[in-house]
């Protein structure tokens, strides 16, 4: 019951993203909306902010439908773009009202979900510290965060699979090379 109540304050929530500036969405508008009291949105969310989060999160992961694999990462990427293409009135009203920290750190926390778990599939049986993995992946993070929110600035023109294959171009092989530059098991030449 919890999960479907905070679906549909999300839904809520995203129908009037559709309509307004989230700046201007109040607590009182979604459970107006959703038609349930102000004492059930408290009950799951502490404020306005931590719903957008939420809803963030759980549209990007329906967005991700499982999409996070070596060779399913590229269409994952794709499909968090066409998502926000599809709901463009409603990523700019969330862009517009919120802090750019607040939400570049959605979108880093998105990326990282789907890049560790590329990370960890490669690195299955190559010795690499987690925090090297979490290295490799922070840097791929923030290599796709950058080409999203100038695809998003720009007006989401560029076709997000043409984007996504010229990452990919980028980059290919290159998860693999950067775990051997971690391993832990090489052998040290002392040279002396």
């Not at 607040?102 to 599939?121: M, N, R, S, T």
Request: net charge negative; glycine share 4%; proline share 1%.
């Amino acid at each position: 019951m919890s999960q479907t109540t905070k679906k549909a304050l999300a839904a809520s929530l995203k129908k009037l993203l559709a309509e307004k500036s989230f700046d201007k969405i109040t607590v009182v508008d979604i459970v107006n909306d959703c038609e349930v009291n102000r004492q059930t949105f408290y009950y799951h969310f502490q404020d306005i902010n931590d719903l957008l989060g939420w809803l963030i999160m759980n549209e990007a992961s329906m967005a991700l439908d499982g999409k996070k694999t070596y060779d399913t990462w590229q269409q994952g990427f794709v499909q968090i773009l066409q998502y926000a293409r599809e709901n463009r009135t409603v990523v700019m009203n969330i862009s517009k009202a919120i802090d750019r920290q607040q939400g570049e750190k959605y979108l880093y926390d998105i990326a990282y979900d789907l890049l560790i778990g590329v990370v960890d599939e490669k690195a299955a049986g190559i010795p690499v510290k987690e925090e090297d993995k979490k290295t490799i992946a922070d840097f791929y993070k923030y290599a796709f965060v950058g080409l999203a929110l100038d695809w998003i600035n720009n007006g989401m023109k560029e076709d997000p699979q043409i984007l996504i294959e010229h990452l990919s171009t980028l980059i290919q092989g290159n998860f693999s090379e950067a775990l051997e530059k971690y391993r832990t098991d090489k052998m040290v030449i002392n040279r002396s």
